[in-house]
């Protein structure tokens, strides 16, 4: 309805998304060499949004979580993202794609399955859009006038996340993170250093993250220098630099969690109810 063309997407390559908050890669043996099985298929969105404009992939991720997140209540080892991105657009536009969609999922669910929500005792209203925008400095502000310990240089943590989550009955935006606090391709806004043009929308009633995005560094250079000082090496990502060497377009976008919108569509208490076959870390399960 948005104009997005879904591409099929890549499951395993030589790199994937390092901006996972410390999760583990899955690897495998691919003919000698090592490849990931993908974390997030981040790192193709650019290539394709330089081609199509405008984008989206549902795309199977792998991360070894670690086993605290068991207790979250919304972290999964293997789940799904519907991974957005459109070249020459701003994170605005990115956010203003991502409260359309979720609006217009909470419509059809409403439309179609009103009376599967009410058995499970769900009610749930569609969201009015534009959703409220909050800086990352106003959210920490409210989080901290609350009693939380919350740092003005990181990511929201997962505690912090939830508690900001549950202050909000309509779901909304944390925007402009500092830098440092995530991936290498994250934007860093050239008129404000130290500022992230990227986002997070968070659900509400204590669900949390939604999906993140941003407007992507696409500056080889910037990049390489950004990489090292994550301690990540180039070369490892050889066809991603060959690409930003070759050049694309700018492009932002974002990533949305399906089993975590089934989590919160369906008012479940934990995401391992929103999939079959659920892998939590650390427990063998089919
Ligand atoms: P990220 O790039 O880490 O922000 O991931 C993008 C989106 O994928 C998040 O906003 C979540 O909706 C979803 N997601 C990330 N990690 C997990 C996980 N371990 N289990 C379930 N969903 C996840
Ligand atoms: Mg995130």
Same mark, same amino acid.
């Given at each position: 309805?948005?104009?997005?063309?879904?591409?099929?997407?890549?499951?395993?390559?030589? &790199?994937?998304?390092?901006?996972?908050?410390?999760?583990?890669?899955?690897?495998?043996?691919?003919?000698?060499?090592?490849? =990931?099985?993908?974390?997030?298929?981040?790192?193709?969105?650019?290539?394709?949004?330089?081609?199509?404009? =405008?984008?989206?992939?549902?795309?199977? #991720?792998?991360?070894?979580?670690?086993?605290?997140?068991?207790?979250?209540?919304?972290?999964? &080892?293997?789940?799904?993202?519907?991974?957005?991105?459109?070249?020459?657009?701003?994170?605005?536009?990115?956010?203003?794609?991502?409260?359309?969609?979720?609006?217009?999922?909470?419509?059809?669910?409403?439309?179609?399955?009103?009376?599967?929500?009410?058995?499970?005792?769900? =009610?749930?209203?569609?969201?009015?859009?534009?959703?409220?925008?909050?800086?990352?400095?106003?959210?920490?502000?409210?989080?901290?006038?609350?009693?939380?310990?919350?740092?003005?240089?990181?990511?929201?943590?997962?505690?912090?996340?939830?508690?900001?989550?549950?202050?909000?009955?309509?779901?909304?935006?944390?925007?402009?993170?500092?830098? !440092?606090?995530?991936?290498?391709?994250?934007?860093?806004?050239?008129?404000?250093?130290?500022?992230?043009?990227?986002?997070?929308?968070?659900?509400?009633?204590?669900?949390?993250?939604?999906?993140?995005?941003?407007?992507?560094? #696409?500056? &080889?250079?910037?990049?390489?220098?950004?990489?090292?000082? #994550?301690?990540?090496?180039?070369?490892?990502?050889?066809?991603?630099?060959?690409?930003?060497?070759?050049?694309?377009?700018?492009?932002?976008?974002?990533?949305? !969690?399906?089993?975590?919108?089934?989590?919160?569509? &369906?008012?479940?208490?934990?995401?391992?109810?929103?999939?079959?076959?659920?892998?939590?870390?650390?427990?063998?399960?089919?």
């Amino acid at each position: 309805e948005q104009g997005f063309v879904e591409v099929l997407a890549p499951i395993i390559g030589p &790199c994937t998304d390092p901006g996972i908050r410390g999760a583990r890669q899955a690897t495998i043996d691919y003919f000698g060499r090592t490849y =990931k099985v993908m974390s997030s298929a981040i790192l193709y969105k650019q290539m394709v949004a330089a081609s199509l404009k =405008k984008m989206f992939f549902f795309s199977p #991720n792998v991360r070894l979580e670690p086993l605290e997140t068991v207790k979250t209540g919304r972290h999964l &080892c293997e789940f799904f993202q519907v991974d957005v991105e459109e070249a020459d657009a701003s994170y605005l536009d990115a956010m203003s794609v991502a409260e359309k969609t979720l609006r217009r999922v909470v419509e059809r669910t409403l439309e179609l399955h009103e009376r599967d929500l009410a058995s499970l005792g769900r =009610k749930l209203a569609v969201p009015e859009t534009p959703f409220k925008k909050l800086t990352h400095r106003e959210a920490v502000e409210m989080l901290r006038s609350k009693g939380y310990d919350a740092s003005y240089s990181e990511e929201l943590t997962w505690s912090n996340e939830e508690a900001i989550s549950s202050m909000f009955d309509s779901p909304f935006f944390v925007y402009d993170y500092p830098k !440092g606090s995530r991936g290498f391709y994250d934007r860093e806004d050239p008129r404000r250093p130290g500022i992230l043009r990227d986002f997070d929308m968070i659900y509400p009633e204590g669900y949390g993250e939604a999906a993140s995005g941003a407007e992507r560094e #696409n500056d &080889c250079e910037i990049v390489t220098r950004k990489m090292r000082a #994550n301690g990540e090496d180039p070369e490892s990502y050889e066809w991603y630099m060959e690409m930003l060497k070759l050049g694309v377009p700018a492009s932002a976008g974002f990533g949305i !969690g399906v089993e975590r919108l089934t989590r919160y569509v &369906c008012g479940l208490k934990s995401i391992w109810e929103a999939r079959p076959f659920p892998k939590v870390a650390g427990i063998y399960s089919p």
